[in-house]
């Protein structure tokens, strides 16, 4: 099948929906398709994967209370054009499509059966249902709708009308599987190390709630370690911390993936302070897969993500932005080998349900239908029968 894939955001730049994209493709790719991707990139002078096409160079675009690089215009009007026409894809999958970035471009272009996935959770987004009237004849372009999750599909519900398909994120947890190996950050019962993955200057990924709760946190446990990774301005944060709390924090910058999971791998338990604006939670995915216990904020995408097995779900949440209740979690579970050795287990098992070959398969199975002309709507009664077991993804409260 020849697969075209547009991602709106600058592909050289960390990012979820990059990862998703990239992973995707080479998933694909290994499948035996044929598969291209169109993105805009920052800078054309690094090493790029061969299935890339870049749309041109990407702007800074504050959005959804993060920095979103974008690129627009007649040149990438033209890039993207071009690239539709020698592509002659089967199905052509955009990712974020009414971003004002390369996936509407290419949808106002296209005329191949068009794929769209949502991933962002926004409950009120006053230019998507400003723009809502001007897009609608794009939109209806789209033969299948994918969301990441209930919250992401509810953002489509509300701005765009219709529904949409729920398909997670996937993630390839062979790369994250425990191997036991002692790193730099492996913790000891004496120096637990704590883990924080993200952006340290957006305030939506919760930073500022964890080293809140490290005093009450160093009170009990004064060997604890907060090992942070992420990009931003370390020395403007490192600067206003309480010297016990400095002392105890280690920032690593953006770190590459090999360090990445290598910390998850060390960490006696991985924090998800995060304040809002999640509509899914690919890091707790990747910590689970790594084998690190989870404690993350009650956010809904992220209590969809730890699920809800006979046994419990698959990690401990606190209340979002509680710092008092996140420290007497870390108390607690640091305390408690054997808790944190079950919320292991439930994760590594929980994991296993995001992985891309359950994942990817569920993504065919959407293209398929789409090629062989079956109903637009996404409603799976429609649906034929071969395909309904593929497409459907467990409920709030199944394992």
């Not at 547009?6 to 998933?27: K, M, T």
Request: with cysteine.
């Amino acid at each position: 099948m020849r697969i075209g894939l547009v991602c709106p955001y600058a592909f050289d730049v960390p990012g979820g929906v990059q990862f998703h994209v990239r992973d995707l493709a080479e998933y694909f790719i290994a499948q035996g398709h044929d598969v291209s991707v169109l993105a805009p990139v920052d800078d054309d002078t690094k090493s790029l994967p061969a299935y890339l096409t870049s749309c041109g160079r990407a702007v800074p675009v504050r959005y959804n209370g993060s920095v979103a690089r974008l690129t627009f215009g007649p040149v990438t009007s033209s890039r993207v054009s071009r690239w539709l026409e020698e592509g002659d894809f089967d199905v052509l999958h955009l990712h974020e499509p009414v971003t004002p970035s390369a996936s509407l471009m290419a949808l106002w272009a296209s005329s191949e059966p068009v794929v769209a996935t949502f991933h962002t959770s926004n409950i009120r987004s006053r230019a998507m249902h400003a723009a809502n009237p001007l897009l609608r004849p794009s939109t209806e372009k789209i033969r299948a709708r994918i969301a990441v999750s209930e919250e992401a599909r509810g953002t489509v519900r509300r701005h765009l009308g219709g529904d949409a398909y729920i398909i997670p994120n996937g993630v390839d947890t062979k790369r994250f599987t425990p191997n036991g190996a002692v790193t730099q950050w492996t913790g000891t019962p004496e120096r637990p190390t704590l883990a924080f993955l993200g952006r340290i200057d957006e305030p939506r990924k919760g930073l500022a709630v964890i080293v809140a709760a490290m005093p009450a946190i160093l009170d009990v446990l004064p060997g604890a370690r907060l090992v942070v990774a992420g990009p931003g301005e370390v020395d403007e944060i490192s600067e206003r911390l309480d010297p016990r709390v400095r002392a105890a924090t280690e920032f690593l910058g953006a770190v590459s993936e090999e360090d990445k999971v290598a910390l998850l791998r060390s960490a006696d338990l991985y924090v998800a302070p995060h304040t809002g604006g999640e509509s899914f939670g690919i890091v707790l995915v990747e910590a689970m897969a790594s084998g690190a216990p989870v404690l993350a904020s009650d956010l809904e995408a992220f209590t969809a993500v730890l699920g809800s097995v006979p046994a419990g779900p698959a990690g401990r949440t606190f209340p979002v932005g509680d710092s008092a209740a996140l420290a007497a979690a870390v108390i607690d579970l640091i305390g408690s080998p054997g808790e944190r050795a079950r919320l292991s287990d439930l994760g590594l098992r929980r994991a296993r349900s995001f992985d891309w070959g359950v994942v990817a398969e569920r993504v065919m199975a959407v293209y398929e239908t789409v090629i062989e002309g079956a109903d637009n709507s996404p409603v799976e009664t429609n649906l034929r029968a071969g395909l309904l077991s593929r497409l459907r993804w467990p409920q709030r409260g199944e394992a």
